[in-house]
């Protein structure tokens, strides 16, 4: 029973464990100054940057969240200096009063998720032309990965229940991860209109990948622990993927940082805007399409899988000796086939970008003061595709060409509400999305942290009423309106 209970926590742990990282940077992205920061969230964006150029010297943020499981009484500062500290509150009797406790979630109704992402922008340039064109370079360094549907009958004290002989059910799931970086041009185009303005817009990206994993279950499968060390799987249809060049390297080794996988993605977006007699918009309304694409790994990657209508009994005595992947793969080729091998289904990995369609509104309330709103929802049609969050988000905001506050409430996956908070000076951005996480909280369970440093004309230049001139490196894009005769 014990080895039960240690095998089913070592699998829980390391898909919660592994959630260390980012959102949508709402703070950073949705304001009138973001300038080439907004074409991430929507390629139409740039049209509204009323500055001639926008330099991104940097920017990152890093993001995690899950339903899964929690750390009590902590913060994020607290647990970076006294991670060492934690205590496991599943191999207690009873929660103790120590600080910091990690412990699962008991409610087995809900469906769960876990999410993590990492992005670092690195240099990235836009300029705006007389003509109503934006045209920008950036590059992206990304990591992304989780599962976004988890069921809630997969929950660590509903499985330790569980006696031996007893038929456990195992649900469906699936788990991704992939780590890439993306080089990209941008473009958008201005048209006038009778009340403002429309513009489309576009990011085209070379993708580089260097590492990617992905897991499915595909279809509910029931285990039964017969002994200490042995495990019955009735009904198994598992497949998965992952890349090699890391797997095996020793604690001392240098991270190789070879590029197995090539692709290409695109971002649209389109935007509708409403303009008064001052030199901001009324109301912005837009949608795009982000992350459309795929990146093929054909270097250091394989796909197996593992299925068939027969039980397979697993000996976990077997398994413990083994110290590298391979031997866990072939031995599970052997358990199953008979042979070393026939487990492997292809040599190229195809992983799909996060695709998600996003919504954005912007509408001013009085001079400098903005609310905005922001939808986002993932398009996924097969496991191997990395997950994108679903969000809402709406966000007041205190807007100048020198500074900026916003306080943006979040909804993650239509379920669980966040306050964040965002400030800027002059270049300088810092916010997160989660801002419980960085004061503290009774059960830490995600955390957002974002920050920018960017450059951008310094002179402002005088406007005139119902616009103002786009040259000497200020302004606004001229104004494109129709007679009124």
């Given at each position: 029973?014990?080895?039960?209970?240690?095998?089913?926590?070592?699998?829980?742990?390391?898909?919660?464990?592994?959630?260390?990282?980012?959102?949508?940077?709402?703070?950073?992205?949705?304001?009138?100054?973001?300038?080439?920061?907004s074409?991430?969230?929507?390629?139409?964006?740039?049209?509204?940057?009323?500055?001639?150029?926008d330099?991104?010297?940097?920017?990152?943020?890093?993001y995690?969240?899950?339903?899964?499981?929690?750390?009590?009484?902590?913060?994020?500062?607290?647990?970076i200096?006294?991670?060492?500290?934690?205590?496991?509150?599943?191999?207690?009797?009873g929660?103790?009063?120590?600080?910091?406790?990690?412990?699962?979630?008991?409610?087995?109704?809900?469906?769960?998720?876990?999410?993590?992402?990492?992005?670092?922008?690195?240099?990235a340039?836009?300029?705006?032309?007389?003509?109503?064109?934006?045209?920008?370079?950036?590059?992206?360094?990304?990591?992304?990965?989780?599962?976004?549907?988890?069921?809630?009958?997969?929950?660590?004290?509903?499985?330790?229940?569980?006696?031996?002989?007893?038929?456990?059910?195992?649900?469906?799931?699936?788990?991704?991860?992939?780590?890439?970086?993306?080089?990209?041009?941008?473009?958008?185009?201005?048209?006038?209109?009778?009340?403002g303005?429309?513009?489309?817009g576009?990011?085209?990206?070379?993708l580089?990948?260097?590492?990617?994993a992905?897991?499915?279950?595909n279809?509910?499968?029931?285990l039964?622990?017969?002994?200490?060390?042995q495990?019955?799987?009735?009904g198994?249809?598992?497949?998965?993927?992952?890349?090699?060049?890391?797997?095996?390297?020793a604690?001392?080794?240098?991270?190789?940082?070879?590029?197995?996988?090539?692709?290409?993605g695109?971002?649209?977006?389109?935007?509708?805007?409403?303009?008064?007699?001052?030199?901001?918009?009324?109301?912005r309304?837009?949608?795009?399409?982000?992350?459309?694409?795929?990146?093929?790994?054909?270097?250091?990657?394989?796909?197996?899988?593992?299925?068939g209508?027969?039980?397979?009994?697993?000996?976990?005595?077997?398994?413990?000796?083994?110290?590298?992947?391979?031997e866990?793969?072939?031995?599970?080729?052997?358990?199953?086939?008979?042979?070393?091998?026939?487990?492997q289904?292809?040599?190229?990995?195809?992983?799909?970008?996060?695709?998600?369609?996003?919504v954005?509104?912007?509408?001013?309330?009085?001079?400098n003061?903005?609310?905005?709103?922001l939808?986002?929802?993932?398009?996924?049609?097969?496991?191997?595709?990395?997950?994108?969050?679903?969000l809402?988000?709406?966000a007041?905001?205190?807007?100048?060409?020198?500074?900026?506050?916003?306080?943006?409430?979040?909804?993650t996956?239509?379920?669980?509400?966040?306050?964040?908070?965002?400030?800027r000076?002059?270049?300088?951005?810092?916010?997160?999305?989660?801002?419980?996480?960085?004061?503290?909280t009774?059960?830490?369970?995600?955390?957002?942290v974002?920050?920018?440093?960017?450059?951008?004309?310094?002179?402002?230049?005088?406007?005139?009423?119902?616009?103002?001139?786009?040259g000497?490196g200020?302004?606004?894009?001229?104004?494109?309106?129709?007679?009124?005769?």
């Amino acid at each position: 029973m014990r080895t039960k209970i240690n095998f089913i926590a070592l699998v829980v742990c390391c898909l919660i464990t592994a959630s260390v990282a980012a959102q949508y940077q709402s703070g950073l992205r949705l304001e009138n100054y973001s300038g080439v920061s907004s074409i991430f969230i929507n390629p139409a964006s740039s049209n509204s940057f009323p500055l001639r150029w926008d330099l991104n010297l940097a920017s990152a943020d890093i993001y995690a969240d899950n339903s899964i499981a929690y750390i009590s009484n902590t913060s994020l500062g607290d647990l970076i200096k006294n991670g060492d500290q934690i205590k496991a509150g599943w191999e207690m009797e009873g929660q103790s009063n120590g600080t910091m406790v990690a412990d699962f979630y008991r409610d087995t109704t809900r469906n769960n998720y876990m999410q993590f992402n990492t992005t670092i922008n690195g240099p990235a340039f836009l300029f705006n032309t007389n003509g109503g064109q934006s045209l920008g370079v950036f590059y992206n360094f990304r990591t992304m990965g989780g599962s976004p549907n988890l069921p809630g009958s997969l929950n660590y004290y509903n499985y330790i229940s569980k006696s031996i002989n007893e038929w456990i059910d195992f649900p469906s799931l699936d788990f991704s991860f992939m780590a890439w970086d993306e080089i990209g041009v941008h473009f958008s185009q201005r048209i006038g209109t009778a009340v403002g303005y429309a513009s489309f817009g576009v990011n085209l990206k070379m993708l580089r990948g260097y590492e990617a994993a992905f897991l499915s279950l595909n279809n509910d499968t029931e285990l039964q622990f017969i002994s200490s060390n042995q495990v019955v799987l009735s009904g198994l249809d598992f497949e998965y993927g992952y890349t090699t060049s890391n797997l095996d390297i020793a604690e001392n080794q240098t991270y190789n940082r070879n590029i197995a996988g090539k692709g290409f993605g695109i971002d649209l977006g389109f935007n509708y805007v409403v303009e008064d007699d001052s030199d901001t918009y009324k109301f912005r309304l837009g949608a795009s399409l982000n992350d459309i694409g795929a990146i093929k790994f054909r270097e250091n990657s394989e796909v197996h899988g593992l299925s068939g209508d027969q039980s397979v009994t697993f000996d976990e005595s077997t398994y413990q000796s083994f110290t590298t992947i391979d031997e866990v793969k072939e031995q599970a080729s052997i358990d199953l086939y008979g042979s070393i091998g026939l487990s492997q289904l292809d040599k190229d990995l195809s992983m799909v970008l996060p695709t998600a369609f996003s919504v954005q509104a912007d509408y001013k309330v009085i001079e400098n003061v903005f609310v905005s709103g922001l939808f986002v929802n993932r398009i996924s049609f097969n496991a191997n595709s990395v997950k994108a969050t679903n969000l809402i988000s709406i966000a007041p905001r205190f807007e100048h060409r020198w500074g900026m506050v916003s306080f943006p409430i979040n909804i993650t996956e239509y379920r669980r509400v966040k306050m964040g908070a965002a400030i800027r000076l002059a270049y300088f951005v810092i916010g997160t999305d989660d801002l419980t996480s960085i004061m503290g909280t009774n059960e830490f369970r995600s955390t957002n942290v974002y920050f920018g440093i960017k450059a951008n004309p310094f002179k402002v230049g005088s406007s005139s009423k119902g616009g103002s001139k786009r040259g000497g490196g200020s302004g606004r894009k001229g104004k494109v309106k129709c007679y009124k005769f």
